[in-house]
């Protein structure tokens, strides 16, 4: 018969009794012929007696670290140490998935979502998908910005791969699947970019701020190509492409909030539209009318030519007004579906709902801006197609003031912050991150450099001399 090895006690823990057992009992730390062995109890379910656990380790070290988690975990009431088995299915590729769950379930908006999936998929679970995530070290993330360097060329992109990866060890240690003495992304140092003197990182370049010269061509074309008289179907099929252009670079709007734009938000007798929401596509996915960025609902000044002569006549179509119908009359019938919907949304007992957000059905609701094949606001890879069109043609009509290839169309935000609100209108910064949902830092960081006008004066009185 053989003999049972024998096993030293080399440490326990304090005396136990929660589990409502009369006999007490304390965590044990042995050490034994094959190795060592920490012996304790956890909670087997709701209403269970507790169990007996088992942990094994190698050395010495990795057994005490078991003892100090065990004790940790039975002091603080949290999950007791995982078991080896356990261990190697918390993968970085489970870990991923994790994240991924963890942001649907703090209410991140879909294209976040999406982006972290794409950089999961792309460069994180291929370089280092099948690695543990209690041995994650910093090799490994130095292996993720390795592989992502073939393809992420800008710094940009390069910061978000490292911050999907610290949001991933912050979960991980929040999981308990890594040791928080361990920080696999300490010294994962990414290539600093130049930075202009007096400006941060966020900096746009006055260079990236499109002129009002060309936004004006830029406009104009939209309407001659996509207007009544357009003869290109491709084109026509945006009618008010030319206006939406002009809410863009006189408004500040981003695209998604340009296409979420209805009648019931222009206020015309107060000389702005009212931003409450963004129309979002996701990738296999019909579009929706979602939240506005940030959550930050705001309104937004526009010139009254662009009010009155633009936007009023589509608002007078979408209500179904006559072509000469008065303001009032228009005033009117909007007043009267804003009250509708938000007697709609009081009936449905839902207090995070109003007449903003009260969900209609996309192709039942009163969009400024259409794809008139669909119906709905125009996909982004669809509406930028026709925007290079449009470039295109100033570029051969009208050389002098032709659109940048460096220039995008989200630069149009860009002008009205800068060009048009506080150089054209004279507003302060703090109006102008009102004007655009934005904090006052961001659009700080992303417009003024310090001591440019000091720069400038010197400059100035230097001239002469």
Known sequence: MATRAKSTLLVQGK?????????????????????????????????????????????????????????????????????????????????????????RLRGKAIRTIQGRESRLAAHIVPAIGDVPVGKWR???????????????????????????????????????????????????????????????????????????????????????????????????????FGTKIRVAAYGGLRLGEQNALRAIDVFFERGYVHVNGSWTTPRHSPGFRGPVKNHVIHEVPLPRSLMHDELLPRVKELLDLPVKASMQQVLNAQEEERQRRAALALRSGDSNLAWWNYPVPAEDEQWLFVD????????????????????????????????????????????????????ELGESWEVVAQY??????????????????????????????
Not at 56 to 83: H, K, M, V
Not at 183 to 199: F, H, M, R, V, Y
Not at 442 to 454: K, W
């Open 15 to 103: 005396e136990r009794r929660v589990d409502g057992g009369r006999q007490s009992w304390r965590v044990r730390l042995y050490a034994t012929a094959d190795g060592y062995q920490v012996m304790f109890k956890a909670p087997a379910g709701e209403g269970e007696p507790w169990k007996r656990v088992l942990r094994r380790a190698a050395t010495e070290s990795e057994a005490r670290q078991i003892f100090a988690r065990a004790e940790t975990a039975l002091d603080t009431e949290q999950a007791a140490p995982t078991s080896a088995r356990e261990k190697a299915t918390q993968t970085i590729a489970a870990l991923g998935e994790k994240y991924v769950e963890d942001s």
């Open 138 to 240: 910093i090799e490994h993330s130095r292996k993720v910005m390795e592989r992502a360097a073939a393809t992420l060329h800008s710094a940009r992109g390069k910061e978000d791969l490292r911050g999907a990866m610290a949001a991933m060890r912050k979960l991980a240690w929040r999981l308990g699947w890594l040791d928080r003495s361990i920080d696999p992304l300490d010294g994962l140092e990414i290539g600093k970019s130049t930075l202009l003197q007096g400006a941060t990182t966020h900096y746009v370049d006055p260079r990236l701020r499109p002129e009002t010269r060309q936004v004006k061509a830029m406009a104009a074309g939209a309407d001659a190509l996509c207007g009544p008289d357009g003869t290109d179907p491709l084109m026509t099929r945006l009618p008010l």
């Open 436 to 465: 655009l949902g934005d904090k006052l830092t961001t659009v700080l960081n992303h417009y003024v450099r310090a001591g440019e006008d000091a720069l400038r004066d010197s400059v100035n009185k230097l001239a002469d001399r």
């Open 372 to 423: 008139t094949v669909t119906g709905l606001p125009v996909k982004p890879e669809l509406h930028n197609e026709r925007w290079h069109r449009v470039r295109a043609r100033v570029d051969e009509n009208e050389p002098e003031n032709a659109w940048p290839r460096t220039i995008v169309y989200r630069n149009l935000r860009h002008h009205a912050a800068t060009k048009w609100f506080h150089e």
